[in-house]
């Protein structure tokens, strides 16, 4: 096995789980491997998970605390300099995602990107065409870097070590970080870490058994059932696209919330569909949720047919009210 280097970055001082399960699967290969953090706080971060590590490395300072191309990219081509490794993990943050193929670039490395897997072989893993189709592959280039999925991994217990050698890292820049401002677009329901993810589908503006439709009693349930449980919502495409089509609309939903063939692919561990046909182009979306529950009137839909774990054949007005009183 070759070495490797564990390249993260911190997040508020801390390392966030996308780096606690890239440091997962880099232990779980064995062989020699070094430790490298950026960012605030690194230095800490880097000694609480450097157990194990042959060298540990850090950059930090305040024109490393926020995320910007240049300063990030100086700082992870000294970190990969300065350990030698011929392979880099990394996860695959929209921090790393932007500044690591320019890196990639400057070292005359290969790079990859939404890695789900890596063997002591070599072997390296990831899905294309919309999850479809997983591909195995290797590379003769060296350095190769390596930008794993985040969720696709079990996060690792960092264990404390001995503490980093702090790199100093010169960077000209002609910009200036002041701060963050986000504007008032409602509240946040968009959770990628939470374990459950709740998704709606059209059902919910159809016409129900007294005939009519209730989307407002619709949108207070689905938004107090996140409210409540702290999950994260998704939508169906079909449920996104009525808003061009002059129908009634959840509008709290948009395109971000899109999960399928023509959305996001999730990595929840739970997962609860509601008024959604379970469908290909839906279910493909859910592949990589652990725990699969759907609620749908029709017991011949896509769910029941093996695409689920457990389908309630039930309303799904009827069943988030009962949900609510629970909660």
């Known amino acids: 096995m070759e070495k490797v280097l564990v ?13 606690l399960e890239t440091l ?6 064995g062989g020699e491997s070094d430790l490298a953090v950026l ?3 690194a230095a800490a971060a880097a000694q ?5 590590a042959a060298k540990c490395f850090a950059v930090e300072g305040e024109e490393f605390a926020f995320s910007r191309c240049a300063t990030d990219a100086a700082a992870c081509e000294a970190l990969i300099r300065a350990s030698g490794a011929p392979l880099v993990l990394a996860p695959d943050t929209l921090r790393f995602h932007r500044a690591l193929p320019g890196v990639a670039e400057r070292l005359g490395a290969a790079i990859d990107t939404h890695v789900t897997s890596f063997s002591a072989d070599g072997a390296a893993g990831r899905w294309y065409y919309r999850q479809r189709i997983e591909a195995s592959f290797r590379r003769g280039q060296r350095p190769w ?41 409602g509240e946040q329901t968009i959770r990628p870490d939470a374990p459950l993810l709740l998704v709606a589908g059209a059902g919910w503006t159809k016409k129900q058994k007294d005939g009519a439709v209730h989307v407002e009693e619709a949108g207070e349930l689905i938004l107090d059932f996140v409210r409540r449980t702290q999950c994260s919502l998704g939508s169906s495409k079909s449920l996104v696209d009525l808003s061009g089509e002059g129908q009634a609309v959840l509008p709290f939903l948009t395109h971000l919330h899109q999960v ?20 290909e182009p839906h279910v493909v979306g859910w592949r990589f949720i652990a725990e699969r529950r759907a609620i749908n009137l029709d017991p011949n839909c896509g769910w029941v ?16 009210r009962e949900l609510q009183k629970l909660l």
């Open 24 to 29: 997962s699967l880099a232990q779980r290969l």
């Open 145 to 185: 870097i390596l930008l794993i999925e985040p969720g696709s991994q079990p996060a690792a217990a960092p264990q404390a070590g001995a503490a980093p050698e702090l790199l100093g890292v010169a960077c000209e820049t002609r910009t200036r970080v002041e701060g963050f401002s986000t504007p008032m677009a």
């Open 260 to 279: 399928g063939q023509t959305g996001s692919s999730p990595r929840h561990k739970k997962g609860l569909a509601t008024c959604c046909h379970g469908e």
């Open 305 to 320: 047919r093996g695409k689920a774990d457990v389908v309630y054949v039930a309303d799904a007005f009827e069943v988030m």
């Open 7 to 19: 390249l993260l970055h911190t997040v508020d001082g801390q390392l966030p789980p996308a780096a």
């Open 48 to 52: 609480q998970a450097s157990g194990g």
């Open 39 to 41: 960012g605030a706080g």
